[in-house]
């Protein structure tokens, strides 16, 4: 027997007066005077079945029907009487007739209905019930689209879809692994690949000349509303291409994929920003261009200026003095600034300086702030003019070293384009490049690499590279949009030499570098091609795509921000006798 000719949301007008056979869960229900109204939903949508009591097995089925009961119903599709349409529903002009009903699983009473009143942790203790809602299944389905249109593209253009190893050996640079004992070799341990880079190099020198993999990854860090300690990677590579080449066609990528998911036209090309472009003008390696506000800097005007706070910044080559101009914002009350405050001084500034223009052609008399005193009408003029601050606005200040003066006003830029009502509607994506190769860990004192060790830095020799590593840009570029970096790349390191040289440089001696890398050390020995790829993020691409706040939002069963399951209660404690097997003792 055919239980289903039809799914609910496919019912149209076009179909009236053919018998139709539909399954799903009961949405909603209502007695109108002796006709109870059912509404069927599955995951196309929504269909509305008609129980009269002349129908008695119908009818008396029907009266025992709750939320969320699993039914099966057959009837003739007939249009709504006039006036009963409902414009809502793609279905609201027909309804269905039931002349039969059928529970084929009933419902016990619900943690919550439709979501609602239901937080996050009750929502994915009952993923199963949260992913019922149209909403959710929207987004999954966004998802599902998503993924097909970037392997349809990959695939007309010659890329070859391979699997690489979900168990691997653990690697010194990047993120925690996950660990996994190995029980046939007692004391040694599998790590779960945080990205399969090695792989998809080892792949292009096999030749295999474009590849691409859906790959799951696993890094073991503190998360964040955009991270997970599971992941989904596109992960791509290609042989015999420079930056250009790489950054072009996915570039097309993005553009055909948002076309044809979403209906949206992308720039073309994107605009491209150096990161020190980046960081001058935004305080952020990844920033959002809807958002019109930009940092000025003003160290240059402060050098001289009696006010140390100011000065002493201004003069050191790791510090930064800059300012951020708010339009309109000068009538910012004093608690609202002294909140302004707190919120930077979270982050690691020691407070914020501020100053409010009513008529900046009047210099120091056209403005009003604690610090003028401290600044003379030279420095004053230099500012306002540096800025193009005008009647009307608020400007705010970061002075001391760069890297805390970044991230203060980079989160001051985002909260009030946000507060303010800034950010302009759309898709604002950039090619950020030319990072630092390396930056130096002061903790550790030793060199780190900015993106991953198999980075391509952008001199020819080993030489030149041990020799000012501090000034040594890197051949890689990110993709950003909206704020997010939804994916980063490189040419990577296709000869040996360089790549002992940037082990060296990392601190890993020869032995180590042989005992971790060897055997991709010697693989680079045989033919390897020059080569260069990317990896996007598409947890975080679908959740910008989806507008939601989270990627827990786009993910069928994600973590909690703890890192925990509240479906299946993982992680949990595994039995004595498993542990043996293993030789590990849970201390």
């Given at each position: 027997?055919?239980?289903?000719s039809?799914?609910?949301?496919?019912?149209?007008?076009?179909?009236?007066?053919?018998?139709?056979?539909?399954?799903?869960?009961?949405?909603?229900?209502?007695?109108?005077?002796?006709?109870?109204?059912?509404?069927?939903?599955?995951?196309?949508?929504?269909?509305?079945?008609?129980?009269?009591?002349?129908?008695?097995?119908?009818?008396?089925?029907?009266?025992?029907?709750?939320?969320?009961?699993?039914?099966?119903?057959?009837?003739?599709?007939?249009?709504?009487?006039?006036?009963?349409?409902?414009?809502?529903?793609?279905?609201?002009?027909?309804?269905?007739?039931?002349?039969?009903?059928?529970?084929l699983?009933?419902?016990?009473?619900l943690?919550?209905?439709?979501?609602?009143g239901?937080?996050?942790?009750?929502?994915?203790?009952?993923?199963?019930l949260?992913?019922?809602?149209?909403?959710?299944?929207a987004?999954?389905?966004?998802?599902?689209?998503?993924?097909?249109?970037?392997?349809?593209?990959?695939n007309?253009?010659?890329?070859?879809?391979?699997?690489?190893?979900?168990?691997t050996?653990?690697?010194?640079?990047?993120?925690?692994?996950?660990?996994?004992?190995?029980?046939?070799?007692?004391?040694?341990?599998?790590?779960?690949?945080?990205?399969?880079?090695?792989?998809?190099?080892?792949?292009?020198?096999?030749?295999?000349?474009?590849?691409?993999?859906?790959?799951?990854?696993?890094?073991?860090?503190?998360?964040?509303?955009?991270?997970?300690?599971?992941?989904?990677?596109?992960?791509?590579?290609?042989?015999?291409?420079?930056?250009?080449?790489?950054?072009?066609?996915?570039?097309?990528?993005?553009?055909?994929?948002?076309?044809?998911?979403?209906?949206?036209?992308?720039?073309?090309?994107f605009p491209?920003?150096?990161?020190?472009?980046?960081?001058?003008?935004?305080?952020?390696?990844?920033?959002?261009?809807?958002?019109?506000?930009?940092?000025?800097?003003?160290?240059?005007?402060?050098?001289?200026?009696?006010?140390?706070?100011?000065?002493?910044?201004?003069?050191?080559?790791?510090?930064?003095?800059a300012?951020?101009?708010?339009?309109?914002?000068?009538?910012?009350?004093?608690?609202?600034?002294?909140?302004?405050?707190?919120?930077?001084?979270?982050?690691?500034?020691?407070?914020?300086?501020?100053?409010?223009?009513?008529?900046?052609?009047?210099?120091?008399?056209?403005?009003?702030?604690?610090?003028?005193?401290?600044?003379a009408?030279?420095?004053?003029?230099?500012?306002?003019?540096?800025?193009?601050?005008?009647a009307?606005?608020?400007?705010?200040?970061?002075?001391?070293?760069?890297?805390?003066?970044?991230?203060?006003?980079?989160?001051?830029?985002?909260?009030?384009?946000?507060?303010?009502?800034?950010?302009?509607?759309?898709?604002?994506?950039?090619?950020?490049?030319?990072?630092?190769?390396?930056?130096?860990?002061?903790?550790?004192?030793?060199?780190?690499?900015?993106?991953?060790?198999?980075?391509?830095?952008?001199?020819?020799?080993?030489?030149?590279?041990?020799?000012?590593?501090?000034?040594?840009?890197?051949?890689?570029?990110?993709?950003?949009?909206?704020?997010?970096e939804?994916?980063g790349?490189?040419?990577?390191?296709?000869?040996?030499?360089m790549?002992?040289?940037?082990?060296?440089?990392?601190?890993?001696?020869?032995?180590?570098?042989?005992?971790?890398?060897?055997?991709?050390?010697?693989?680079?020995?045989?033919g390897a091609?020059?080569?260069?790829?990317?990896?996007?993020?598409?947890?975080?691409?679908?959740?910008?795509?989806?507008?939601?706040?989270?990627?827990?939002?786009?993910?069928?069963?994600?973590?909690?921000?703890?890192?925990?399951?509240?479906?299946?209660?993982?992680?949990?404690?595994?039995?004595?006798?498993?542990?043996?097997?293993?030789?590990?003792?849970?201390?």
């Amino acid at each position: 027997m055919i239980m289903r000719s039809h799914y609910c949301g496919e019912l149209r007008a076009g179909l009236a007066g053919q018998t139709v056979k539909l399954c799903g869960w009961v949405n909603g229900l209502r007695d109108h005077g002796g006709v109870i109204f059912i509404d069927l939903r599955d995951r196309e949508g929504i269909a509305q079945l008609v129980c009269n009591p002349e129908q008695a097995g119908v009818f008396a089925v029907a009266e025992t029907v709750r939320a969320e009961y699993v039914l099966r119903a057959k009837g003739m599709l007939r249009v709504r009487p006039q006036g009963t349409a409902n414009p809502q529903l793609a279905t609201g002009e027909v309804e269905v007739v039931a002349d039969e009903l059928e529970i084929l699983s009933a419902a016990s009473d619900l943690p919550f209905h439709h979501g609602e009143g239901a937080g996050e942790e009750l929502r994915l203790k009952y993923r199963y019930l949260d992913l019922r809602r149209p909403e959710m299944l929207a987004r999954l389905r966004l998802r599902h689209r998503t993924l097909a249109a970037v392997r349809a593209f990959l695939n007309e253009r010659g890329f070859m879809d391979v699997e690489t190893p979900m168990l691997t050996r653990a690697t010194p640079e990047g993120a925690r692994d996950f660990l996994s004992p190995a029980r046939n070799r007692p004391g040694r341990f599998y790590a779960l690949p945080q990205s399969p880079q090695l792989f998809k190099q080892l792949l292009m020198m096999s030749g295999l000349d474009r590849y691409y993999q859906i790959a799951r990854c696993f890094r073991d860090e503190d998360l964040r509303a955009d991270r997970q300690p599971e992941f989904t990677q596109l992960d791509v590579e290609m042989s015999f291409v420079d930056e250009e080449e790489v950054t072009g066609l996915m570039e097309a990528l993005a553009r055909e994929v948002f076309a044809k998911v979403l209906g949206a036209q992308l720039p073309d090309p994107f605009p491209r920003m150096t990161y020190a472009q980046a960081m001058l003008r935004y305080a952020s390696d990844a920033p959002d261009l809807r958002n019109p506000l930009e940092l000025v800097e003003l160290s240059e005007a402060l050098r001289e200026a009696q006010f140390k706070v100011f000065s002493a910044p201004a003069r050191d080559p790791g510090c930064r003095v800059a300012a951020l101009r708010i339009p309109g914002a000068a009538d910012m009350s004093r608690r609202e600034l002294d909140q302004l405050t707190e919120f930077v001084q979270a982050m690691g500034a020691r407070g914020m300086a501020w100053i409010k223009a009513a008529d900046p052609s009047r210099g120091r008399d056209g403005m009003r702030s604690p610090i003028l005193k401290f600044l003379a009408d030279g420095e004053i003029s230099s500012v306002a003019e540096r800025t193009g601050v005008a009647a009307g606005d608020l400007l705010l200040f970061g002075a001391g070293p760069a890297a805390i003066v970044n991230r203060a006003l980079a989160a001051l830029r985002d909260r009030l384009g946000r507060e303010r009502n800034l950010i302009a509607p759309g898709w604002a994506p950039l090619w950020v490049t030319d990072f630092p190769a390396f930056e130096f860990d002061e903790n550790e004192k030793r060199w780190k690499a900015l993106h991953h060790p198999f980075t391509a830095p952008g001199v020819a020799a080993p030489r030149e590279l041990l020799a000012r590593p501090g000034a040594t840009l890197s051949r890689a570029y990110d993709m950003v949009l909206n704020g997010h970096e939804i994916g980063g790349g490189s040419i990577r390191i296709h000869q040996r030499e360089m790549q002992s040289a940037v082990f060296e440089l990392l601190g890993l001696s020869a032995a180590e570098a042989e005992e971790k890398f060897g055997f991709f050390l010697r693989a680079l020995e045989f033919g390897a091609p020059p080569h260069g790829g990317i990896a996007f993020g598409l947890d975080r691409w679908v959740m910008l795509m989806a507008e939601a706040e989270s990627i827990r939002e786009v993910i069928a069963f994600p973590k909690t921000q703890s890192g925990a399951c509240p479906l299946t209660e993982a992680p949990a404690a595994v039995n004595a006798r498993q542990l043996r097997e293993l030789g590990i003792r849970a201390i």
